[in-house]
């Protein structure tokens, strides 16, 4: 059965509104959905049951007023790498297991002011490294769809959440597919901005060149949404663009006729199931009728991507988690002196993937071997963007599948890191480039799972992307759910 | 070919303990994932200029004017060990 908290924000907020129902009473939708069902999801780290009830309270006494912003009584989830003011926010780590923040990030502030509220924290993999949660230190989350498989990841549990109705929306990071891969895995929406459209102030650094605050949502219009609240210039985070805040909904409903889409070429090789191939593909012939024209693209060097960012994240993680050294916050593991205690702690306290990308990192930055490695990635990030002005001048949307896969087995792939990186191969070019990109569900596959279809657009266009996405979601008209709910 | 890494070295510099195990493991699998981000040199010519940011900004400046920050107490509220108003850690120099 259709519950409140299985439904959009959008209707949501014209349910509010209307005075149809109360924040309050969807509010409790969305813990009774959590009681149901978290015990094996396993999306949430941290509920916030106090806070939320006195934030819907409020939410109601404005939205009664007449002055509640659109976001305003919408429960919302935050994924546990974005920092909240008097809540613990653990990464998904023991180092941060017993860390609380004494402040907000600037997206979570923006919301809190607009009347959002917060349901908890979610599960995610350890300082946001993985691509299948299954590298948080506090287990890992069950997709919805199918609890023996992941949900993506790294914010594995904000997709799950907005998947099995616990949260209406959610926040996640995306620094080489970390929105986009689980919302795909999870057959939700899932839209990574422009890198620095949405302030990084407060996200808990991984790679400070690539991550993005990204959104989670059941529709195209509530991505737009949400992105409204939270886009525009911070001056708490110097690459910050200076973008004025924008209501993203304005043109969503003005069609893609005469646009020009272009389907990528490498994104339909060996190694993408049929299944996702097929979706896709389905999906693609939508839009002649929709009056765009459809062309085929090269992105030449997204294998090259891959490789990249595989030495330029890790290199920046390597330096951006050298604060975790017990002295200001966090576990400490004593030792004779500051150097024993540090490397001591740091033993104790990170998983074994943040362990790998850090000795990767510092290998790839040190001495006779930063020319050989971190330089030339970051010439092959030239290349990418290259890639994708020559792609641009002949094309306005870019379109391929979002993940290779669908939802895979937990434990599949826990003991091949490089099968595991793999999964990111069509997301990370727009984190090297900066550009906006977004998963939205294209169906099912013959498993019943879901299938991601990626749209790009280039800098700050998420107008054009957000108008494009809505179109084909309609046309697509997926309105599949998984089982669990329906058992609830 | 994979590639061969001084994995204590690495370690040293990371400030990361490693158990013997922790260390085998590390040591062939960075060696295949190398192996496999050693292909940016295949198109990394001496022509293409680097890219540290993807929308590169420059002298991003503000007003110098004091503003509110985090109280003492506040920066101190997560240490794992304090003295008064300071961070304590176990001694830094060795001690004649």
């Known amino acids: 059965m259709t519950e409140l908290c299985d439904l959009t924000a959008t209707e949501l907020e014209r349910m509010l509104r209307a005075g149809e129902t109360s924040s309050v009473e969807i509010l409790a939708s969305c813990r009774s959905r959590i009681d149901a069902v978290d015990d094996r999801v396993k999306a949430f780290l941290a509920r916030t049951d106090d806070l939320a009830v006195d934030q819907a309270a409020a939410a109601d006494a404005r939205i009664a007023a007449g002055d509640a912003p659109a976001v305003a009584g919408i429960p919302l989830a935050l994924k546990d790498v974005l920092s909240t003011a008097g809540v613990a926010t653990t990464c998904g780590s023991r180092i941060l297991e017993t860390y609380v923040p004494p402040y907000d990030c600037t997206a979570w502030d923006r919301l809190r002011a607009d009347g959002s509220v917060l349901l908890g924290k979610t599960n995610c993999d350890e300082f946001a490294m993985g691509s299948s949660n299954e590298n948080s230190a506090f287990g890992p989350v069950h997709n919805p769809w199918d609890l023996s498989t992941v949900p993506g990841g790294s914010s594995g549990g904000s997709a799950a959440a907005v998947a099995a109705g616990e949260a209406v929306w959610a926040l996640g990071t995306d620094t080489g597919g970390s929105v986009r891969q689980p919302a795909s895995l999870s057959g939700v929406v899932g839209l990574k901005p422009t890198y620095g459209l949405v302030s990084r102030y407060g996200l808990i650094a991984f790679a400070s060149s690539l991550d993005t605050v990204g959104t989670f949502t059941r529709s195209v219009r509530d991505a737009a949404s949400l992105l409204s609240c939270i886009a525009g210039k911070d001056p708490l985070d110097a690459t910050s663009l200076d973008t004025p805040r924008r209501d993203y909904t304005e043109r969503l409903e003005e069609g893609i006729a005469g646009l020009r889409f272009g389907v990528v070429r490498e994104a339909f090789g060996e190694g993408v199931e049929p299944g996702v191939r097929d979706s896709v593909r389905a999906a693609v012939d939508r839009l002649d009728g929709l009056g765009a024209s459809v062309g085929e693209v090269s992105l030449p060097h997204t294998d090259y991507g891959l490789s990249a960012y595989y030495l330029i994240a890790p290199s920046e993680a390597s330096s951006n988690l050298a604060r975790y050294d017990g002295v200001r916050y966090g576990l400490r593991v004593d030792g004779s002196d500051s150097v024993e205690m540090m490397t001591k702690t740091r033993g104790a306290g990170f998983g074994a993937e943040v362990k790998r990308r850090i000795m990767l990192g510092t290998y790839a930055l040190s001495a006779g071997y930063y020319e050989a490695y971190y330089g030339q990635a970051q010439k092959v990030r030239t290349l990418i963007i290259r890639d994708y002005d020559a792609a641009f001048a002949g094309f306005d949307v870019l379109v391929s599948p979002t993940s290779p896969t669908t939802a895979f087995p937990i434990g599949a792939k826990v003991d091949d890191p490089l099968a595991m990186y793999l999964n990111d191969v069509f997301t990370i070019p727009a984190n090297l480039s900066g550009t906006p990109a977004i998963s939205i569900p294209s169906g099912l596959d013959e498993k019943g799972l879901p299938v991601g279809f990626q749209l790009t657009a280039p800098v700050l266009e998420e107008s054009r992307l957000l108008r494009a996405a809505n179109a084909l979601e309609q046309a697509i008209g997926f309105d599949e759910r998984p089982a669990l709910i329906a058992a609830v | ?96």
Do not use: C
Not at chain 2, 63 to 71: G, Q, V
């Open chain 2, 1 to 96: 070919m994979a590639v061969e890494i001084d994995i204590e070295h690495v370690a040293r510099l990371a400030r990361l303990e490693l158990t013997p195990d922790e260390r085998e493991r590390l040591r062939a699998q960075l060696g295949v994932i190398l192996e496999h981000a050693a292909k940016v040199g295949e198109v990394a010519t001496a022509d293409v200029p680097p890219t540290a940011y993807a929308i590169p900004r420059s002298n991003v400046l503000r007003p110098d004017e004091p503003s509110a920050s985090l109280t003492t107490e506040e920066v101190l509220s997560n240490a794992p060990d304090r003295e008064g108003d300071r961070f304590k850690v176990p001694r830094i120099a060795e001690v004649e």
